[in-house]
T-cell receptor, first 114, second 114 residues
Framework: AQSVTQLGSHVSVSEGALVLLRCNYS??????LFWYVQYPNQGLQLLLK??????LVKGINGFEAEFKKSETSFHLTKPSAHMSDAAEYFC????????????FGTGTSLTVIP | GAGVSQTPSNKVTEKGKYVELRCDPI?????LYWYRQSLGQGPEFLIY????????DSGLPNDRFFAVRPEGSVSTLKIQRTERGDSAVYLC????????????FGPGTRLTVT
C-alpha cells in the first residue's frame, strides 16, 4: 500500500528565505509524485510532478522538487519565499503500475513572515 | 477553458437527511475522482470513475455513500441518512486516462451536517 508522509504540519519562513517542505513516500516501486497547493477556499492546484526522466523538476511560481529514490523523498523547495506563497501544500503519490488513485499527505501549512 | 466545477459550493443539512453533490469535469476527461477532505487533513480518496463505470470504489466509507456518472461526464455523489461525521469538503477531480496524468480539482462542496 502507498503512503505519504509530510514532516511538519506547519512551516514558517521569512520573506526572501528558502522554503523547504518535506515529503517521503513508502512504496516498493517508485510511484509518480506530485505537489499541489491549496489557497484558502480554493481547489487544489498542481505545482509540479515527476513521472520519468530528470529527477529535478521545476514547477510554477519558482518551485522545484527533486525525486531521490534512495531516500524515497520528493521535497519541495523555493529559493526565496514570497508573501503570496502562504498556503497549504500537499504531496501526492500515484502508483506507477496503474496511475489512477492518488494518495495525499496530510499537508503542510506555509506561513511567510514579512 | 473551463475547469472542474462543483455545485453547490456549500450545503447545510440536518442529520438523517439525503444530499446530492454534483461535479462537472473538464470536457474530454474520461477519468473522474471524488475525495473527502476533513479539516487539517489531506484529500481522502472515495471513488474513481473511468467513463460511466466505477473502476474503484474502495474508498467509500459505507453503503450510505453512492456515486453515479450515467453519461460519462457529470457525476453525482449521493449520501443517505447523513451523520455529523460526514461534515467535510468534498472534492471532485478529473484527468485524462492513463498513468502519470495530473488530476484537476474543483473548488469543492463544503458539507455541514447539523
Amino acid at each position: 500500500a502507498q503512503s505519504v508522509t509530510q514532516l511538519g504540519s506547519h512551516v514558517s519562513v521569512s520573506e526572501g528565505a528558502l522554503v523547504l517542505l518535506r515529503c517521503n513516500y513508502s512504496s516498493s516501486v517508485p510511484p509518480y509524485l506530485f505537489w499541489y497547493v491549496q489557497y484558502p477556499n480554493q481547489g487544489l492546484q498542481l505545482l509540479l510532478k515527476y513521472t520519468t526522466g530528470a529527477t529535478l523538476v521545476k514547477g510554477i511560481n519558482g518551485f522545484e522538487a527533486e525525486f531521490k529514490k534512495s531516500e524515497t523523498s520528493f521535497h519541495l523547495t523555493k529559493p526565496s519565499a514570497h508573501m503570496s506563497d502562504a498556503a497549504e501544500y500537499f504531496c501526492a503519490v500515484s502508483p506507477s503500475e496503474t496511475g489512477n488513485q492518488f494518495y495525499f499527505g496530510t499537508g503542510t501549512s506555509l506561513t511567510v513572515i514579512p | 477553458g473551463a475547469g472542474v466545477s462543483q455545485t453547490p459550493s456549500n450545503k447545510v443539512t440536518e442529520k438523517g437527511k439525503y444530499v446530492e453533490l454534483r461535479c462537472d469535469p473538464i470536457s474530454g476527461h474520461t477519468a473522474l475522482y471524488w475525495y473527502r477532505q476533513s479539516l487539517g487533513q489531506g484529500p481522502e480518496f472515495l471513488i474513481y470513475f473511468q467513463g460511466t463505470g466505477a473502476a474503484d470504489d474502495s474508498g467509500l466509507p459505507n453503503d450510505r455513500f453512492f456515486a453515479v456518472r450515467p453519461e460519462g461526464s457529470v457525476s453525482t455523489l449521493k449520501i443517505q441518512r447523513t451523520e455529523r461525521g460526514d461534515s467535510a469538503v468534498y472534492l471532485c477531480a478529473s484527468s485524462m486516462t492513463g498513468v502519470g496524468y495530473e488530476q484537476y480539482f474543483g473548488p469543492g462542496t463544503r458539507l455541514t451536517v447539523t
